[in-house]
């Protein structure tokens, strides 16, 4: 069965403090690893999507790592605004449009 | 200007009662999904669609309905056998083996 694990479940970051949240997965073959950003009462919004081990991207303040067994989201230098639950999902590779298995969510507060 | 529509985004329901929440895209995306979120738990799959006319249950579709008569539209009907339907729902949509995008939500509270 796919599962994605991620941790912390909360973190509190001072503004300027780097930190990185984590993402470990089990899929019985990996098509894409993805990262949403949620903000309370929204839909999550797309950042990025890793689909190979050795793979990085980068948004901003953001960049999202990615092994065989988990996946680490950077944040460089932390601003309130960037405040919010970050999710991790995994999509195997099956034929069609495969839905994703989500995690719970990190649940970042970056205070002034 | 493209993108995905739920309404309503608040929805409130009597005991016994059966709602229908609206999903519409209108990004030209085959595939069309159902999740359901609760405080602490991660996003579940409900149903989801990859072509019009056929849906695939998911992990949780235990109360619900769903139809796929066109392409742009996949509503999720909450049916009285749902026994604890409170809840955020979220409906995304994908082209073929590429990401999800998600609607803003509905909020559905049992009164």
């Known amino acids: 069965e796919d599962q994605v694990t991620q941790s912390p479940e909360a973190l509190r970051l001072q503004e300027g403090e780097s930190s990185s949240l984590n993402c470990s997965y089990t899929v019985s073959g990996l098509r894409g690893l993805f990262w949403y950003r949620q903000d309370p009462g929204k839909g999550p919004e797309f950042l990025f999507t890793?689909?190979?081990a050795g793979e990085e991207k980068e948004k901003e303040r953001l960049k999202a790592t990615l092994t065989k067994k988990e996946s680490f989201l950077h944040i460089t230098a932390p601003k309130p605004e960037d405040s919010a639950t970050y999710l991790c999902a995994v999509q195997a590779i099956y034929s069609g449009n495969t839905p994703l298995v989500f995690g719970k969510g990190t649940r970042l507060s970056v205070i002034a | 200007d493209g993108g995905i529509t739920q309404s309503p985004k608040y929805l409130f329901r009597k005991e016994g009662q059966n709602v229908t929440l609206s999903c519409e895209q209108n990004l030209n995306h085959d595939a069309m999904y159902w999740y359901r979120q609760d405080p602490g738990q991660g996003l579940r799959l409900i149903y989801y669609s990859q072509i019009v006319n056929d849906f695939q249950k998911g992990d949780i579709a235990e109360g619900y309905s769903v139809s796929r008569e066109k392409k742009e539209s996949f509503p999720l009907t909450v049916t009285s056998a749902q026994k604890n339907p409170t809840a955020f729902y979220l409906c995304?949509?994908?082209?073929?083996?590429?990401?999800?995008?998600f609607g803003p939500g509905t909020r559905l509270t049992v009164l």
């Open positions: 890793l689909y190979s």
């Open positions: 995304a949509s994908s082209t073929y083996k590429d990401t999800q995008y």
